[in-house]
């Protein structure tokens, strides 16, 4: 695709529900990124997936964060019960390779009420 | 592992003066760095990367920075700023500590008042 496709743009959930965020990288982008940005916040590194190693998970707050990428293309990215303080944006960033530029998508504003 | 620290939380500068933000970076190994920025309503993007060679970079927008080794600094600096360059500046590094993996410091929002 011509960049990095996130869905959905704006996701408004309970608390204890469960949430599935997509991210779709530019083709051939061998690395993926998971970072979330709270407001007044920096960019929190959440997960990194790099070709075919296995996943950096340390970023992740806690074990109700999960994510997965299918035959080294789309990603989700999944928070099982929910809590308030999940709320923020999740941001989703891809390179070609390691050391180059992040290509990131618009993110997705997820608000836990 | 690698961390970033951005020491200025806010800038506020005057039109046309000349702005310094600050980066400083922890890593035993050598790094790429970044600088990105997000305008208001935005999405993020690259400002300039040094990979290795010359310590000073030059990006987009006029802006550059410069890398010090043993300061472990690489400060964003503009000579005059515009109105337009309002918003949030972040400095990221990738080494191979972190599996090359790319950490962001919490952000500088610059402010460019008339």
């Known amino acids: 695709g011509a960049g990095v496709s996130q869905s959905p743009s704006n996701k408004v959930t309970e608390k204890g529900k469960d949430v599935e965020l997509r991210c779709d990288p530019i083709s051939g982008h061998t690395a993926l990124y998971w970072y979330r940005q709270s407001l007044g916040q920096g960019l929190e590194f959440l997960i990194y997936f790099q070709g075919n190693s296995a996943p950096d998970k340390s970023g992740l707050p806690s074990d109700r964060f999960s994510a997965e990428r299918t035959g080294g293309s789309v990603s989700t990215l999944t928070i099982q019960r929910t809590q308030q303080e999940d709320s923020a944006v999740y941001l989703c960033a891809s390179s070609l390779a390691t050391g180059e530029k992040l290509f990131f998508g618009s993110g997705t504003q997820l608000s836990v009420l | ?114």
Request: glycine share 8%; charged share 15%; with cysteine.
């Open chain 2, 1 to 114: 592992a690698q961390s970033v620290t951005q020491l200025d939380s806010q800038v506020p500068v005057f039109e046309e003066a000349p702005v310094e933000l600050r980066c400083n970076y922890s890593s035993s190994v050598s790094v790429y760095l970044f600088w990105y920025v997000q305008y208001p309503n935005q999405g993020l993007q690259l400002l300039l990367k040094y990979l290795s060679g010359s310590t000073l970079v030059k990006g987009i927008n006029g802006f550059e920075a410069e890398f010090n080794k043993s300061q472990t600094s690489f400060h964003l600096r503009k000579p005059s700023v515009h109105i337009s360059d309002t918003a949030e500046y972040f400095c990221a590094v990738s080494d191979g500590t972190g599996g090359f993996k790319t950490i962001f410091g919490a952000g500088t929002r610059l402010f460019v008042k008339a």
